[in-house]
């Protein structure tokens, strides 16, 4: 785990929620309008998780968001068919609606299935001005290097392999 890290990953609140719960350890993530012609890429392993909260939630973008939970990469799985999409079902926190307006957003079918491994932090880290990261893009830039200082994964390694085997048996069984 990076001592510090400058980069967080936006993600609906209540799958990052979940994550943090150990409920899940599966995003669906195919990218937002401000992201590169390409679509998204992992582009950082480890990331702070942004909460956010999805579109036609309504209100303003809050001013202050606490980052909560840390979470590092561990599979980015590209998934090009609907039907093994479909499979993944109760897996992950996104009702079967968006995931499916997922898939077929841009010129590409297809999303990245990423299985995190997520580590709740020993204290939160608000952040003042979360307004300035506010547009739909999925990875930003913060102003600072924050340290990491988790004090508990969300799952412990016998549960997190466990869930990772089902969405690696529901991809490929």
Known sequence: MLPRNRYALKEWEMVCDRLGRGEDVLLLRKGGILERRDGFRVEHREFFLFPTRFHGQGGEPPARVDLRLYAGVEEDLPVTDLDLLRRLEGLHAVPWEDVERRFHYGNEK????????????????????????????????????????????????????????????????
């Open 110 to 173: 297809g999303v990245h299935a990423l299985v995190l491994r997520a580590w709740r932090l020993d204290r939160a880290h608000p952040l003042e001005d979360a307004r300035a990261y506010d547009g739909c893009r999925s990875w930003v830039e913060l102003r600072e290097e924050i340290p990491v200082v988790a004090a508990a994964p969300a799952l412990g390694d016998a549960e997190f392999e466990a869930k990772r085997r089902a969405v690696r048996d529901a991809l490929h069984g």
